[in-house]
């Protein structure tokens, strides 16, 4: 938590300098109050769980089908970046889809995009720390190793038996998977790790 809170005052203090250069904008109440509102989130959401990094639309598709997702499912991406994820899911498969996203750059970027995908699938700018998960069917993530691991212990709690997770790239290593779908260089997918909620 300290440690947490010292990196991101540390970028704080390096990128807010060069916010004001970069944009011009004079150092008074305001613009502070709006630079800080953008960088804390945006830097806590690095520090907390993953930085934005887009999950190849191939790796996607490939989430989906090993989910088994099915019309109507209660589906969940927990750091949703630019909503493929959720925008897929909803509009291909009719689920009914939610991804929560803390950055406020990548937020704003994925409600654009829902414009484009014209999708029903909802975003809400939130830490999925302090979302309640216990009705998912499916819940999909792409975060670093250190954060499932620390977020373990809130899906035992919440998640329904049944409940499948589906964990792009990196594994949850306290739990065992029922399948690991191994890398495909040539489509450019990483690993996929398939969870069942005992
Ligand atoms: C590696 S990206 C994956 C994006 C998307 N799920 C995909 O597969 O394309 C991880 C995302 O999680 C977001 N994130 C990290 N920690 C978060 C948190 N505690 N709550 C909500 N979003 C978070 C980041 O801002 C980033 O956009």
Redesign the pocket.
């Known amino acids: 938590m300290i440690k947490d809170a010292i990196l991101i005052a540390g970028g704080v203090l390096i990128l807010m300098p060069l916010f004001y250069v970069m944009s011009n904008a004079p150092f008074n109440l305001y613009t502070l109050t709006a630079y800080m509102a953008l960088l804390i989130p945006?830097l806590?959401?690095?520090?907390?769980?993953?930085?934005?990094?887009?999950?190849p639309m191939g790796?996607?598709e490939k989430?989906l089908k090993v989910s088994k997702i099915k019309k109507g499912d209660k589906v969940y991406?927990?750091?949703?970046?630019?909503?493929?994820?959720v925008y897929l899911a909803a509009n291909k498969h009719e689920a009914n889809a939610t991804?929560?996203?803390?950055?406020p750059f990548?937020?704003i970027f994925?409600k654009i995009r829902q414009l484009l995908w014209r999708s029903k699938a909802k975003i809400q700018f939130?830490?999925?720390?302090?979302?309640n998960l216990s009705d998912a069917d499916i819940i999909?993530?792409?975060?670093?190793p250190e954060?499932l691991l620390k977020l373990e212990p809130k899906l035992s709690k919440e998640l329904k038996p049944g409940a499948r997770i589906i964990s792009?790239?990196f594994p949850i290593a306290s739990w065992e998977e029922v399948k690991k779908h191994p890398r495909d260089a040539k489509q450019n997918i990483a690993p996929i790790w398939e969870y069942v909620k005992q």
Do not use: W
Not at 45 to 55: D, K, R, S, Y
């Open positions: 945006t806590a959401a690095l520090v907390n769980g993953a930085p934005f990094v887009p999950t790796a996607v989430m991406d927990i750091g949703c970046g630019d909503g493929r994820v991804g929560f996203e803390l950055s990548v937020f994925a939130a830490n999925f720390k302090h979302k999909f993530c792409y975060l670093l954060t792009y790239a």
